[in-house]
């Protein structure tokens, strides 16, 4: 699969991140291998294995629906930059 | 040419968990902003989610109850995009392996049985609540609503009208509340929906270009939105001009009364979804499904039917009871502590639910409990009090909380039914209406219907009708004898 310069930076710009043109050509390169190599996976004909069936071996990781209170709650917002009360204040953006 | 409308929709429920989807704070609504947060909610660096075995027991209870094909290992992904109500910037969701696939609702419009067919159910998250401040230029959010546990139910384009769309969502919302999946409070945004609508030549098979309406939380809105944008787009196609139909997303803004293109950047769609890294895949057991199934109650299609059988009302009846759960479950409760079935359903009909609409109250705060109206039945049917007397007392029981006896005694309403008191009277009117006396005397049968009159003005409306009529028969014999 083929990428482009143009592809790393579409994705960097919805990731909000920026890079130079040479990052950028890097990056390109390395998407394209991690691609192919997913390529070759999917080259296996998985039609006949039900995921289902393998679902037995497995374990699920659940808790339980219990409540509990997170008691520091100064801790828990001492990094957001401005508080109305409880609430936290941001500029107005607007969808 | 004649057009059809071709609707879809895809509904938002919370579902009804005492904790959060991955954590441990508290579901409860109407909290102090950012109460209930914690680490991991907030999507704070080093935290892991652990998945809520509830979220997992509803959702197959939804998939159950939708008859739906419960994928018995299903997974988590990440829907990434940057807005500040999703303190993660990615949404815990379900992309290409959700918990639910297919499924229908069978749905009744104007007497015409419909399946309406559901493309899947998966699980997410809930984001937060953001309060956009008048004439400043800040947004205030709070983070309580994030966690929430949510199922989206998606549903094929198989709705043809605006009346099949508002039926299927009402329809869904019984299922879900008799199934106690979620409690579908639209007020309170527990119940969302978003609807998508194109229009189509009559017979053909392929899709049109098709508008999103969001942000809808009552049946009345979504009545409204469909309208007005079924209008709008069939104008279009009547005059040739559909390529102005553009694909958007559209929100409904109620005070506005109309819909508004919602200002989205043409590449805000591209979510990148991948597997969530920090989840393993959920597993159900057959076991599970079983027991889930089983456990499941009646579902509101029964009961309609059993609601028919059982108590002989007429299905407009039943469908205005069983069309919300807490009215039936209180009309079930004042059957069963023994009113007459129809009565029970007149009072609820007639008095409760105009009362409700007056208080503007939802049907699970009826202020008056359903062995309190029984009391009041009963006094009804001993004749201490007319039917009339009975709706005036029911209406001061609805807005004071008092019991039907203190009110009867407070406004002196109880009938007279004791003879000595009532014999008084009548001796007393006979005695000084003479002349009725002949005219019954010589055949005038109006007479008596004169008599009674005069008894119940000096009752002052107190004497009980059927036992006077007896009382002033019997008496007219006497002196004629």
Redesign the interface.
């Known amino acids: 699969m083929k990428i482009l310069v143009e592809d790393v930076q579409?994705?960097a710009?919805?990731?909000?991140l920026s890079f130079s043109e040479e990052q950028a050509k890097k990056m390109a390169m390395e998407f394209e291998s991690i691609l192919t190599h997913f390529e070759s996976i999917d080259k296996f004909d998985l039609s006949d294995i039900h995921?289902?069936l393998?679902?037995e071996a497995?374990?699920?990781?659940?808790?339980?629906?219990?409540?509990?209170?997170?008691p520091d709650?100064e801790k828990?917002?001492q990094n957001v930059k401005s508080m109305?009360?409880?609430?936290?204040?941001?500029?107005?953006?607007?969808? | 040419m004649s057009f059809e409308t071709v609707i879809g929709l895809e509904i938002h429920a919370e579902l009804h968990t005492r904790s959060k989807i991955f954590c441990s704070c508290a579901t409860t609504f109407g909290a102090k902003p950012n109460a209930n947060t914690c680490p991991i909610c907030l999507g704070l660096p080093g935290t892991l989610p652990v998945l809520n075995e509830e979220v997992v027991n509803l959702a197959v209870k939804a998939g159950t109850a939708l008859n739906c094909h419960i994928n018995k290992l299903n997974k988590m992904d990440r829907k990434n995009y940057f807005y500040p109500d999703l303190p993660k910037a990615y949404q815990t969701s379900q992309y290409d392996l959700p918990i639910c696939k297919g499924g229908h609702v069978d749905i009744e419009v104007d007497g015409m049985k419909k399946r309406i067919r559901l493309n899947r159910i998966h699980i997410e998250e809930d984001a937060g609540k953001l309060i956009h401040l008048e004439e400043q230029p800040v947004s205030l959010i709070d983070y309580n609503r994030v966690g929430v546990p949510l199922i989206e139910i998606v549903t094929e384009p198989d709705l043809r009208s605006v009346d099949e769309a508002v039926t299927f969502l009402r329809t869904l919302k019984a299922i879900l509340e008799y199934g106690e999946i979620s409690d579908c409070r639209m007020e309170q945004g527990s119940l969302r929906c978003d609807a998508n609508i194109s229009m189509r030549k009559t017979g053909q098979d392929t899709l049109n270009t098709k508008v999103e309406l969001k942000n809808i939380n009552s049946f009345k809105e979504l009545q409204k939105a469909l309208e007005k944008e079924e209008k709008r787009q069939r104008e279009l196609y009547t005059f040739g001009e559909e390529s102005k139909i553009k694909q958007e997303t559209r929100r409904w803004d109620s005070a506005k009364g109309k819909t508004v293109p919602m200002r989205t950047k043409e590449d805000a769609h591209d979510y990148r979804y991948f597997p969530e890294p920090d989840l393993v895949p959920i597993i159900i057991r057959e076991e599970q499904i079983v027991s889930i199934k089983e456990s499941l109650p009646e579902m509101p299609a029964q009961k309609k039917e059993r609601f028919a059988r059982q108590y002989g009302l007429t299905e407009k009846e039943v469908d205005i009871i069983i069309g919300d759960k807490a009215l039936s479950q209180y009309y079930e409760a004042l059957v069963l502590l023994g009113a007459a079935p129809k009565a029970a359903a007149n009072w609820i009909l007639g008095d409760i639910l105009r009362l409700l609409k007056e208080k503007e109250l939802e049907a699970d705060l009826i202020p008056v409990r359903p062995d309190a109206l029984y009391r009041l039945i009963q006094i009804i049917a001993e004749g201490k009090i007319s039917i009339t007397a009975g709706k005036e007392v029911f209406e001061a029981m609805f807005i004071t909380g008092k019991s039907a006896d203190a009110i009867v005694e407070e406004k002196g309403l109880s009938q007279i039914s004791d003879s000595v008191e009532l014999e008084k009277i009548v001796e007393g009117i006979l005695d000084s209406n003479p002349q009725s006396l002949k005219d019954y005397a010589a055949g005038k049968t109006q007479a008596a219907g004169f008599l009674m009159g005069q008894i119940m003005k000096a009752s002052r409306g107190k004497a009980n009708p059927q036992v006077t009529k007896e009382l002033l028969d019997s008496k007219l014999k006497e002196r004629l004898e």
């Open positions: 579409y994705i710009k919805l990731a909000k995921l289902d393998y679902s497995l374990q699920p990781v659940l808790r339980k629906d219990e409540t509990a209170v997170f709650k828990l917002f109305s009360d409880t609430s936290i204040m941001v500029p107005k953006i607007l969808e």
